[in-house]
């Protein structure tokens, strides 16, 4: 029997699917401590876009612990937040035109959803969620009562109530149109449907079975909120940091969630961190209202400051105006004035040999 075996509880889960000793993990890879190597195809279920141990980030957390930069600082003003809200605003909500006040909850995606819920019953004085089939939002109270997955909800041990589901995207293989049901019983006073405070919504489902919600079915929902006055929470903590492609997996369908969820690769190196963004008027929280001691590690602040900027810094930033083509974007294209001089041309072309590398490097 192994120390895990013998000493640690039942509840153990991945490992049992991985039977080995993990003791090193670079890039995509993982070694046990026999020196086989694996690939890793689960990165941390998500927490890990960038990779294990992105040597950017591993850098700057390396700087910051030996000149010892604060680790610990409840939610004090401390320069590893404030460089981290800074770059947060600067190169995330500013470019994308999003407005939102940042709170950070306790560090997993589950104290992000419960702060959501609690926030949007707050702001509205109603008590009733919406959630959808096969959702999955985290195994606390709160998060449990708005996900799908009956095995999970039964571990709760108590009733799991006030929220009512409806039919993701394509429950009934189309056969139904949109929100058939949801608008009915919303207006059909009839109904016995509780007023919803908020609706709480996946882009695509992860725990669910990756059942992506199609563009016009999440501008749908974004539609019906707004005639119905219901908060949209799109629970961002799976898709968000660019699993989906773009940081926030909403972008796509040009929709602004009232409040979203983030957490898992927003440190970027694995190290826990959540993030609940909240639009300034909905910001009604009373000082230390959803408090706790974890809430803004800072070793998370500095790998997740150097992540954004490692990967989501403006790439016009090194001056050159430049278009991608291909059903991934995934072609640069090269499309200069025909007049463009030699000198012009091997400026241009060093800048994006440089931009690669970059990107390539992770510097
Ligand atoms: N929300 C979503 C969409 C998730 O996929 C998960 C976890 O997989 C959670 C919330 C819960 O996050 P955590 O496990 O960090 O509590």
């Not at 939102?100 to 702060?115: D, I, R, W």
Request: with cysteine; aromatic share 10%.
């Amino acid at each position: 029997m192994t120390i895990f075996e013998d000493v640690e509880s039942e509840v153990r889960s991945y490992c049992r699917n991985w039977p080995v000793v993990f003791d090193t993990a670079k890039g995509a890879r993982l070694w046990d401590t026999d020196g086989n190597s694996y690939l890793d195809f689960f990165a941390g279920a998500g927490a890990l876009n960038y990779g294990h141990n992105p040597e950017p980030l591993k850098r700057k957390l390396l700087e910051y612990l030996s000149r010892d930069g604060i680790t610990h600082g409840l939610d004090m003003y401390t320069t590893a937040k404030g460089e981290f809200l800074k770059t947060f605003r600067e190169k995330i909500l500013g470019p994308r035109g999003l407005d939102y006040k940042v709170q950070f909850p306790g560090p997993t995606g589950a104290n992000a959803v419960e702060s959501a819920l609690k926030l949007a019953r707050k702001i509205t004085g109603k008590e009733a969620m919406v959630n959808f089939t096969n959702a999955f939002h985290g195994m606390t109270l709160g998060a449990l009562s708005v996900t799908g997955n009956s095995m999970k909800r039964g571990g709760a041990g108590i009733p799991l109530v006030h929220s009512t589901p409806m039919p993701f995207d394509n429950y009934f293989d189309g056969k139904v149109p949109d929100f058939l049901w949801f608008e009915k019983v919303l207006t059909d006073t009839g109904s016995s449907l509780n007023e919803p405070a908020a609706v709480i919504v996946e882009t695509v489902q992860g725990e669910g079975g990756i059942n992506p919600a199609r563009i016009e079915w999440l501008q749908g929902l974004a539609d019906l909120c707004k005639r119905h006055d219901i908060l949209l929470i799109v629970d961002d903590v799976q898709m968000g940091v660019g699993r989906t492609g773009p940081f926030f997996s909403f972008e796509a369908a040009g929709i602004e969630p009232d409040i979203v969820t983030i957490s898992k690769s927003i440190s970027g190196y694995g190290l826990p961190m959540a993030l609940v963004l909240i639009k300034p008027e909905h910001d009604v929280w009373g000082p230390g209202e959803h408090n706790g001691t974890f809430r803004g590690h800072n070793p998370a602040f500095v790998t997740g400051t150097e992540a954004i900027h490692q990967f989501w810094s403006d790439d016009i930033e090194r001056g050159l105006l430049m278009e991608t083509s291909g059903p991934q974007s995934e072609v640069m294209k090269i499309l200069a004035p025909l007049t463009i001089t030699d000198d012009e041309l091997d400026e241009g072309l060093a800048i994006v040999a440089e931009s690669v590398k970059a990107v390539t490097s992770g510097g």
